[in-house]
């Protein structure tokens, strides 16, 4: 009588298709993220001359820095 002969477990093998299936997923990545709109530059403003105060209080204005606030707090 001859005993049966064990195989060692054999490591999982990558397939083609999973292989190719992976290849064109990294492609299809790769390729919408170059379709992707980057941030805008921001454009270099010269210096600005402050304006006078009002002479009976006040002291608001609507200045860039102040516009910009007002734009990040839109929803």
């Known amino acids: 009588m001859s005993q049966p002969k064990s195989q060692p477990p054999r490591a999982p093998s990558v397939s083609r298709r999973s292989l190719f299936a992976g290849a064109a997923t990294v492609g299809a990545v790769a390729a919408a993220a170059s379709l992707m709109p980057t941030a805008p530059s921001p454009v270099a403003a010269g210096p600005t001359q ?9 002291g608001y204005s609507l200045t860039d820095h102040v516009r910009q606030y007002y734009k990040t707090t839109l929803v």
Do not use: D, L
């Not at 402050?50 to 006040?58: D, K, T, V, Y």
């Open 50 to 58: 402050p304006a006078e105060p009002p002479s009976r209080g006040g």
